[in-house]
């Protein structure tokens, strides 16, 4: 690379004049003292790893001074210098990086484009072309990049598919429930999904009509509406026993967190669980310790999908 009659490299390495004459032209931004200063500074880098060559060989022998390690070091700096004139393309990429800096417009408030940047329209006709599969993208001419990754679809949620759709599909009747009960959303749409194993297992009459009853509230002596008998299972002394039990039916979804809301809110032995509906291990815990179920492992349960339900 040819750099001009002022050219650093065919001077004395430590030539102080030469130095300062680089730098009153670099604040004219002219491209040659650009090129002056990408170079020097090239010579730098290689007269770096010429001392580090040099530190890592002996130099305690019988000729070895400290006269003869400055002459030395002078002869190594005016060597990398020369060297530098031929270069190893350190230079030039420098140049080319810099030089596309300085064309770029002045940058305005917050670091974005100042008046007078135009960001150009992309449209079909200029959109960039992707390169076909598996061939490397230059970054810059004469280097190769590896091949790019194929795009991994990225998902708006950490949790299984079919807890997503579940929580979609119940989220509009679990905010109507929460704001009647003040209890996170989530936490009511983890104790349907337990009951109900997420939408799969839920109560169905003998002729497969959807009871919609996501919560498992069984119809007492005071319940006027449909009702649905199954066989289930319930904890007598911490032994699981199948028996027949009534359950409540409901026309819909949000009936059914509309009656578990007022189940929560009606029942005196459930205000403890509105209290400490904010928590989830307390929630869980709440319900359990109320006679909710009779599975002794149930508040575990319910805080594990709960975690699951505020993922998604």
Known sequence: MSMGGSDLTSKFALDVQ?????????????????KQAAQQFEAVFMNMLMKSMRDATPQDGMFDSEQTRMYTSMLDQQLTQRMASRGIGLAEVMVRQLSGAMSMPPAGEGGMPGAGFVVPEVSAANRPLPPPQ???????????????????PLRSSEAPPHVDAFVQRMLPHAQEASASTGIPPQ?????????????????????????????????????????????????????????????????????????????????????????????????????QQAGYATDPNYARKLASVIKLVERA
Request: neutral net charge; charged residues 20%.
């Open 187 to 287: 936490f009511m749409m983890g104790q349907a999904a337990l009951e109900s194993g997420w939408g799969k297992s839920e109560i169905r009459s003998a002729d497969g009509q959807n009871s919609h009853n996501l919560f498992g509230i069984k119809a007492g002596s005071g319940w006027r509406g449909r009702t649905v008998d199954i066989v289930t299972t319930e904890y007598v002394n911490g032994k699981p026993q199948k028996q027949v039990d009534t359950f409540r039916a409901y026309d819909s979804y949000a009936d059914s967190f509309r009656d578990y809301a007022t189940l929560l809110r009606g029942n005196p032995r459930y205000q403890n669980v509105l209290a400490q509906g904010q928590d989830a291990a307390g929630f869980a815990q709440g319900l």
């Open 18 to 34: 030469g130095v300062n004459q680089l730098r009153l032209d670099a604040r004219q931004a002219s491209p040659d003292a650009l």
């Open 134 to 152: 598996g061939e490397a993208i230059p970054a810059t001419p004469g280097v190769m990049m590896p091949p790019a990754a194929p795009a991994t």
